[in-house]
Every structure is written in C-alpha cells, then in structure tokens.
C-alpha cells in the first residue's frame, strides 16, 4: 500500500505531494509524486499540483493520484469526480492511501454502470 500526503508549503504556486510505502515502479519510499506522467496523457496544469479548491493544478493531482492507482483508462475517466469529492476539499495538509482511491474507484465503477 502507498500512502500520498500533502503539507503546503506556500500560499500560491506548484505543491509537492510526498509519497511512501510499498513501491513497483522506479519511485522510492519518501520521494514526492512527479506530474509528468499525469500531464502527457492530459496537461491540465503546466505548472504541477495543487489542492483545496476545483481548478486545474486540483485536477492534475487527481488524474496523478488515479493514475498511480488504476489503469490510464479508469484514471481518465473518474479523476474528476475524484477532484470535486476530495482533492478540492483537502485542507493545508492531507493524506490518502492507494487502498482508499482504489475502493473509491472501484465503487464509483459500480455506481455508474
């Protein structure tokens, strides 16, 4: 399991999102999450994440988040409905964890089948 946390470090700009746990891709325990994967498949913010409100750096965490989850598909598909039902209500400091987003998944699969 991984576990995603956030702790803003500014009032504006790009915010780093840490990541820890259990690791199958190249990331390492306790580096941050890159946007660069989440932003080849859609560029929402050039800039990278952010949280708290329903803009585009919101956005780019969300299909960041799903896509470390769940295949491209899935992850296009529900991130922003993820967006408004958590990243835009996520506080100066959050966490989340691959469990959690992969049950919200699963349930929303359900739900709108």
């Given at each position: 399991?991984?576990?995603?946390?956030?702790?803003?470090?500014?009032?504006g700009g790009?915010?780093?999102?840490?990541?820890?746990?259990?690791?199958?891709?190249?990331?390492?325990?306790?580096?941050?999450?890159?946007?660069?994967?989440?932003?080849?498949?859609?560029?929402?913010?050039?800039?990278?994440?952010?949280?708290?409100?329903?803009?585009?750096?919101?956005?780019?965490?969300?299909?960041?988040?799903?896509?470390?989850?769940?295949?491209?598909e899935l992850?296009?598909?529900?991130?922003q409905a993820?967006?408004?039902?958590?990243?835009?209500?996520?506080?100066?400091?959050?966490?989340?964890?691959?469990?959690?987003?992969?049950?919200?998944?699963?349930?929303?699969?359900?739900?709108?089948?």
């Amino acid at each position: 399991m991984r576990t995603y946390s956030g702790s803003r470090i500014s009032d504006g700009g790009p915010q780093p999102v840490m990541v820890s746990g259990e690791f199958l891709s190249p990331l390492k325990d306790g580096q941050f999450l890159s946007p660069l994967r989440s932003q080849v498949l859609y560029n929402h913010s050039p800039d990278g994440f952010q949280w708290g409100y329903g803009g585009s750096g919101p956005a780019q965490l969300a299909l960041a988040l799903l896509l470390d989850c769940s295949p491209e598909e899935l992850a296009m598909r529900h991130h922003q409905a993820f967006k408004v039902e958590f990243v835009a209500n996520w506080g100066d400091e959050w966490q989340i964890t691959s469990t959690e987003i992969r049950a919200w998944i699963a349930r929303r699969e359900t739900e709108t089948q």
